[in-house]
């Protein structure tokens, strides 16, 4: 198959009107931060018993049409000895990975922040999809004050992710593209929605220099949402601050937007979605999931590293999955919870 082919195939596989793409690819140190509460260590295998729960959720493929694995699950397998992305797979669930390395300070950007793991990326990406990855993921990350992102950090971080972009996509590989401005801090929504449309303007810039086919990538955003140290908005508030920005940024050829969820609760972020749905209009693209937290953080809570409740924690993951396929048809109930 050529490159162009490989590409939409995957995009073919991942996008459709019902299902989403559950994040599953924390780091090392995250992934200690989200056992911690639940009193589990964090060793190579609890990790891998942990993903091998989701991964092997029945029915989850009904809902789920991509997972991001973190490097070290592409080469775990299944409590039956399956490796993970072929049990993915099994379920029609197509396999990805988290290629970034983590953030580090931007020099001359005080505040701002800038991903690593641009270097040999190219051969990462060969050894990844040896494994069995068809899709990337790369997160920039935005912190919001009175001064950030600076012109500066919003440019150089655009580059970064247009470069991931075009190098995987050289590759055959299909890119998730995510500029996360970040929940943190006490400001409006309305300053949030300014800071996601100047970053996401200067990200399809970038990309469009770059060269990258708007049909074959996903973009992974946030929603627009007042800080946490904030108030609330309302479901309907963040659908039309959301859909607004979008609607000013984001290209029609590109075929899906996949929202991470970001800190919002579990229930929040499917209410959200579903109000996005029912107001979408006629917004050209998929409008879905790429949650970690939202759909992992019940599951978790009904696992705590025993193997007695992985059937429990299942439905929890089952029902998150479910809930917010009804939400991408706007018809999402929050009685249904
Ligand atoms: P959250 O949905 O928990 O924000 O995670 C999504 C993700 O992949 C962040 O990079």
Same mark, same amino acid.
């Given at each position: 198959?050529?490159i162009?082919?490989?590409?939409?195939?995957? /995009?073919?596989? %991942?996008?459709?009107?019902?299902?989403?793409?559950?994040?599953?690819?924390?780091?090392?140190?995250?992934?200690? &931060?989200?056992?911690?509460?639940? $009193?589990?260590?964090?060793?190579?295998?609890?990790?891998?018993?942990?993903?091998?729960?989701?991964?092997?959720?029945? $029915?989850?493929?009904?809902?789920?049409?991509?997972?991001?694995?973190?490097?070290?699950?592409?080469?775990?397998?299944?409590?039956?000895?399956?490796?993970?992305?072929?049990?993915?797979?099994?379920?029609?669930?197509?396999?990805?990975?988290?290629?970034?390395?983590? &953030?580090? *300070?931007? *020099?001359?950007?005080?505040?701002?922040?800038?991903?690593? !793991?641009?270097?040999?990326? !190219?051969?990462?990406?060969?050894?990844?999809?040896?494994?069995? +990855?068809?899709?990337?993921?790369?997160?920039?990350?935005?912190?919001?004050?009175?001064h950030?992102?600076?012109?500066? $950090?919003?440019?150089?971080? +655009?580059?970064?992710? +247009?470069?991931? +972009?075009?190098?995987?996509q050289?590759? $055959?590989?299909?890119?998730?593209?995510?500029?996360?401005?970040?929940?943190?801090?006490?400001?409006? /929504?309305?300053?949030?929605?300014?800071?996601?449309?100047?970053?996401?303007?200067?990200?399809?810039?970038?990309?469009?220099?770059?060269?990258v086919?708007?049909?074959? %990538?996903?973009?992974?955003?946030?929603?627009?949402?007042?800080?946490?140290?904030?108030?609330r908005?309302?479901?309907?508030?963040?659908?039309?601050?959301t859909l607004?920005?979008?609607?000013?940024?984001?290209?029609?050829?590109?075929?899906?937007?996949?929202?991470?969820?970001?800190?919002?609760?579990?229930?929040?972020?499917?209410?959200?979605?579903?109000?996005?749905?029912?107001?979408?209009?006629?917004?050209?693209?998929?409008?879905?999931?790429?949650?970690?937290?939202?759909?992992?953080?019940?599951?978790?809570?009904?696992?705590?590293?025993?193997?007695?409740?992985?059937?429990?924690?299942?439905?929890?993951?089952?029902?998150?999955?479910?809930?917010?396929?009804?939400?991408?048809?706007?018809?999402?109930?929050?009685?249904?919870?």
């Amino acid at each position: 198959m050529d490159i162009e082919s490989q590409l939409q195939q995957t /995009i073919d596989d %991942m996008v459709d009107a019902h299902r989403g793409i559950l994040a599953a690819d924390e780091s090392l140190p995250t992934m200690e &931060k989200r056992f911690r509460p639940i $009193g589990v260590e964090s060793t190579e295998e609890t990790r891998r018993a942990w993903r091998s729960l989701l991964v092997t959720t029945p $029915g989850l493929g009904d809902y789920i049409s991509g997972i991001i694995l973190f490097e070290e699950t592409l080469y775990q397998t299944t409590d039956n000895g399956t490796p993970i992305p072929e049990a993915a797979w099994k379920q029609k669930i197509v396999p990805g990975v988290k290629v970034d390395k983590g &953030k580090e *300070p931007l *020099p001359g950007a005080p505040g701002d922040l800038i991903t690593r !793991g641009l270097d040999c990326l !190219g051969e990462r990406i060969t050894e990844y999809m040896k494994q069995g +990855a068809r899709f990337a993921k790369w997160r920039e990350v935005y912190p919001v004050t009175r001064h950030n992102p600076t012109l500066l $950090g919003r440019r150089t971080n +655009a580059e970064v992710l +247009a470069r991931y +972009a075009a190098n995987c996509q050289e590759l $055959g590989i299909v890119p998730i593209v995510e500029p996360e401005v970040l929940m943190d801090g006490d400001h409006e /929504i309305d300053r949030c929605a300014e800071v996601t449309e100047q970053v996401l303007h200067e990200v399809f810039h970038a990309l469009h220099l770059h060269k990258v086919r708007f049909e074959h %990538m996903l973009l992974k955003p946030n929603m627009v949402l007042p800080g946490k140290e904030c108030r609330r908005a309302d479901p309907e508030e963040v659908a039309e601050a959301t859909l607004k920005v979008l609607k000013r940024t984001v290209p029609a050829a590109v075929p899906s937007i996949n929202f991470l969820s970001g800190g919002q609760g579990a229930e929040e972020a499917t209410a959200n979605l579903n109000a996005i749905n029912q107001m979408r209009g006629n917004a050209p693209w998929q409008l879905s999931i790429s949650y970690g937290r939202a759909l992992q953080q019940p599951a978790l809570h009904a696992w705590r590293g025993k193997a007695e409740n992985v059937e429990k924690a299942q439905q929890a993951l089952l029902k998150r999955a479910r809930l917010n396929s009804l939400a991408r048809k706007g018809e999402y109930d929050p009685s249904m919870e």
